[in-house]
């Protein structure tokens, strides 16, 4: 069955309804700003967004079979000498990777660090005298404000999309299981592939490295914001990774029976169990047994597992914390722990 376009169209003679006529009100100088926004911002941040391609060895299905996987996502330029953060889901499995800037150069990348923890990768193209994006300060954002998203979704390369930032402070599940504290919430629509891009904002300064999407939902998506980028991509340039606190405890949250919490005269209703107590590690020094119940660590009580991870950042390591936890549900016990710098 052949198919036909019909284009609408008008000659001069044609007469325009006065409705349709152009509006020159308010309305239009809101749009025309909007518009000037958004392309002004695509000028400037644009040329410094790349599309990575990565390739890697996965399973083929056959027992000892392997087969070569192809997966491509998004970057940002930050030096001019080549180095790039994107996601770390893009290229944590990559054997080699290629990097193609807007331009349409192409090269061949290095992993220089990966932190899995926040999904953040720095990699590093041979190169000098490349455009860069200017990084913004996540701390000054306001729900409500434009958000621009830029990235190369199902292999679009240079793909822009705008919107708003719908919320502040959510926090995310990594892969790896740790959660990300203070990430964005926007609505500027994301595809597989734009992982990685930069979400910018009205001035062209990167706020956040869009990462996530919730499937079948429209419009809720997510950015690393770009403070923790700053952070996270300093560790990485020095040592090639992120280094955390480290107690030794696997456990896991348990809700507390009434009548502990009123015994106790506890500020919560759920706490950690520990399941799990590693050799050699400071929770082992400290006298920690499994089956204990952690209901504070740093004067902070202990609800979940994130309680616990918040509070073993870098500044955590080698400094005393007082850690208290019930043994046999009948005993409040008061210790102090030193966390050590995480195997990992």
């Not at 309804?17 to 309305?27: F, V």
């Not at 392309?39 to 083929?60: C, D, E, F, L, Y």
């Not at 696997?250 to 106790?264: E, I």
Request: glycine residues 10%; proline residues 6%.
């Amino acid at each position: 069955m052949d198919y036909s376009l019909s284009f609408l169209d008008y000659s001069p003679s044609d007469t325009i309804p006065e409705q349709t006529q152009p509006d020159s009100g308010p309305e239009s100088g809101i749009l025309d700003a909007y518009s000037l926004a958004v392309t002004g911002v695509v000028k400037r941040v644009g040329p410094a967004v790349v599309h990575i391609h990565a390739r890697g060895a996965g399973q083929n299905g056959h027992r000892h079979g392997r087969e070569e996987v192809e997966g491509t996502g998004s970057g940002v330029l930050i030096t001019p000498d080549g180095y790039i953060v994107t996601n770390n889901h893009v290229v944590e499995d990559a054997r080699t990777l290629e990097v193609r800037l807007a331009v349409g150069s192409s090269y061949t990348a290095e992993i220089v660090g990966r932190d899995p923890a926040t999904d953040i990768a720095v990699i590093r193209i041979p190169d000098a005298g490349l455009p860069i994006a200017r990084l913004g300060d996540s701390d000054k954002l306001a729900v409500g404000q434009l958000a621009i998203a830029i990235g190369n979704p199902l292999g679009f390369q240079s793909t822009v999309t705008a919107g708003v930032i719908s919320a502040l402070g959510r926090s995310l599940r990594s892969r790896n299981g740790r959660l990300i504290e203070n990430v964005i919430q926007t609505d500027a629509a994301l595809n597989p592939g734009n992982s990685g891009g930069p979400l910018v904002d009205s001035r062209g300064s990167v706020i956040g490295i869009n990462t996530a999407m919730i499937q079948f939902a429209q419009g809720i998506c997510f950015a690393i914001p770009v403070n923790t980028v700053r952070w996270v991509v300093t560790q990485l340039l020095k040592e090639g990774k992120v280094t955390r606190g480290y107690l030794g405890i696997n456990g896991q949250a348990v809700p507390l029976p009434v009548q502990v919490v009123r015994h106790f005269r506890l500020e919560q209703e759920t706490a950690v169990q520990v399941l799990d107590v590693i050799a050699d590690s400071p929770a082992y020094a400290a006298g920690m047994k499994e089956g204990d119940i952690i209901i504070s660590l740093g004067h902070e009580p202990v609800r979940t597992v994130d309680d616990i991870h918040r509070r073993l950042t870098r500044d955590a390591i080698s400094k005393p914390l007082e850690i208290t936890v019930l043994r046999d549900w009948t005993t409040r016990l008061e210790k102090e722990i030193v966390p050590g710098r995480n195997p990992d």
